[in-house]
């Protein structure tokens, strides 16, 4: 039996990259190159946008970077000395190409291309006070509220502009924008949503919403933009801008279990590192008697290595991945989830019969998967299933960008850990505690979002968005 392993899993949305590199010749294909790096960020739709003096030219299509972005077309685009670009998976706005991005709109300031990773949590309130005024929508994302804002304030120059729409919204977002000659990235005042900024050697920028974007065009990391910042990148270098007071920082906690690649670095802590030093606080606060520590791959591997150093238990494979399904197959609704559940893992017979394994797992999130992945660990021999989660229960919805289905769809928000394990049929299970994984990513205790675990959003949430 084959099983999916992100039918189970939060989801994250997008991400961004942008690149100043004045007389590029191949400005397109480095914005690939960084695109295809991000990749496991949106696997749905692909975007990028020119900045020709103010002459925006994009293309955005639905699927991957590299299906979507032919030689043809790259040559059709051409070059130019600022882009941005996108990959997408949709959490709010229906999938399909009107809602890719970048989104490019043109307004009485010139022409303008913004790309964002997050989600605004008072959008629909600010869409209906817009549309009330007038405005017109062409898709369903709120990228364009952001855009709507900054036209209405053109009149006060670009950087004014951006910086009064960003007044009213509130929520989550990463945002790379290109206008005028300039490339702008901004991160909001919690910071939830990754962004940092890097230099070529041979001069020119570039922001992504991870560095691992930076190795890929031969860039180098200078550092992450901060909570509140807005860097402005022009022919005079990078200048920087508190444009709101930073509030308590609150990282994605998910970055670091699940999201982003473990050879990436967020606000200054590499990933595997992280996930490794998860695994090895989920064997202090769990330990168990096994034969072996196996993952569910690949998201699960760092912590299992953490979990097997720190135990003395061996580390070994017993589930492998059927590499040559893509993400992209697995459409984001309930249906297709199902149908591409038995695609993904298949089990190493002959390195589980008859022994007692420790399964390290990132997340529970509906339970369902777990749940097939221990029957066919069982069927294929195991004695013995304890399952380790590198991340605490996820309780409450995110509202942030983070694709998590409605509260009651949690296993979490309605059973105990007893009642999970009853359900995933496991012989025992821990979860880390949320003070383990903060120790674990080891920036501080004011740090983290951590509102999926205990439902202490970091800013209020409208009621017109609680589901
Ligand atoms: Fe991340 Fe959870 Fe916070 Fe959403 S609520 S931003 S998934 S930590």
Known sequence: MLVCPHDDKLREECGVIGIYKQGAPNLTQMLCYGLIALQHRGQESAGIALNRFGNVVHYKEMGLVQ????????????????????????????????????LVVHYKGGGIALAHNGNLVNAAELRNELEDNGSIFSTTIDTEVIANLIARHYSLGYQEAIIRALQDV??????????????IGLRDPYGLRPLCLGEFADGGYILASENVAFDMVGANYLRDIEPGEMVIIDGAGVTSYTYCPPRRKSICSFEYVYFARPDSTVDGRNIYEARREAGKMLAKEHPVDADLVIAVPDSGKSAAIGYAQQSGIPFGIGLIK???????????????????????LNVLQS????????????????????????DMLKAAGATEVHVRVSSPPVTHSCY???DTPNRQHLVAATHSVEQIREMIHADSLGFISQQGLIDAVGLGDQALCTACFNGCYPMTIPQLTIT
């Open 351 to 374: 390195n589980v019969k008859g022994k007692r394994l420790v399964l390290i797992d990132d997340s529970i999130v509906r339970g369902t998967t777990s749940r097939r992945i221990i």
């Open 170 to 183: 509130s929520g989550a977002y990463a945002l790379v924008i290109t206008c005028e000659d300039k490339l």
């Open 67 to 102: 299906d979507v972005f032919t030689p043809a077309i790259m040559q059709s685009l051409g070059t130019g000395d600022i882009g941005i670009g996108h990959v997408r998976y949709s959490t709010t706005g229906e999938s399909y190409v009107a809602n890719a991005q970048p």
């Open 322 to 344: 059927n590499k040559y399904m893509g993400r992209t197959f697995i459409q984001p609704n309930q249906e297709m989830r199902e149908l591409a559940v038995r695609l993904k």
């Open 400 to 402: 942030f960008g983070i």
